[in-house]
């Protein structure tokens, strides 16, 4: 079975400054990790994903993320926050088995990130 | 156009009522799920049909059916509403084994 766990379920920043988010993951096969974001009363949208190959992958909005299968980490990051980066933020591994991804995501609890002028 | 759309968005009934929610994707692929989002914004699969098979079912109480008329349409139906059902209700679509793309939601409050 797999699980994530993301540290902290509110992070603050300042607008400029560095945003990190922080998930780690428990899988008993190489997993496929994801990071979603909702705005408020919306649905989730995709940031980006690793399935496999390069360890340090770009999404969407200027965030990135890097695999660490040393650390079973997938940390997301963005070197300057923008006020419109405030939302929740959600990691999620996927199970791939025989190659195959059954699609069923498992989510950590959530990150709200607020950005402070 | 919008890829996965679900219908209603808001929802408010009394407890003991039958309701629907219907979603629709036109992304072409061919596996759907409903995702229930709770209180506490935790994320839980419910259900996963692909090609209108029924794959995953977790453990969701025999009030929740699915129904899957096609590859683009996976409808929820739940009887006897009761006050712990009030959630988000997501729909997502994805090609088997690929990224899942979700609806917007439909917000569901039991009263």
């Not at chain 1, 428990?26 to 990071?35: A, C, G, Q, R």
């Not at chain 2, 759309?5 to 596996?31: A, F, R, W």
């Not at chain 2, 229930?36 to 029924?54: C, G, P, T, V, W």
């Not at chain 2, 729909?91 to 939601?105: D, L, P, R, V, W």
């Amino acid at each position: 079975a797999q699980s994530v766990t993301q540290l902290g379920s509110h992070v603050s920043v300042s607008e400029g400054a560095l945003v990190l988010l922080r998930c780690n993951y428990s899988s008993s096969v190489p997993p496929y990790l994801f990071w979603y974001v909702q705005y408020p009363n919306q649905g989730l949208q995709l940031l980006l994903k690793y399935t496999t190959g390069a360890t340090l992958v770009k999404g969407i909005n200027g965030f990135e993320a890097e695999f660490k299968k040393s650390e079973t980490s997938f940390h997301l990051t963005k070197p300057s926050a923008h006020m419109s980066d405030a939302a929740e933020y959600f990691c999620a591994v996927s199970l791939i088995a025989g190659g195959t991804s059954y699609g069923k995501l498992t989510f950590g609890q959530g990150t709200i990130l607020t950005v402070h002028p | 156009d919008t890829a996965v759309s679900q219908t209603p968005k808001y929802l408010v009934t009394q407890m003991g009522n039958d309701k629907s929610i219907k979603c629709e994707q036109n992304l072409g692929h061919d596996t759907m799920y409903w995702y229930k989002q709770d209180s506490k914004k935790f994320l839980k699969i419910m259900f996963s049909y692909n090609n209108k098979e029924l794959i995953i079912n977790e453990t969701v109480p025999n009030r929740f059916s699915p129904k899957s008329p096609d590859k683009a349409h996976l409808n929820l139906h739940i009887n006897s509403l009761e006050l712990g059902d009030s959630a988000v209700y997501f729909c997502a679509s994805s090609q088997f084994g690929n990224t899942i793309y979700f609806g917007e939601g439909s917000w569901l409050t039991v009263v």
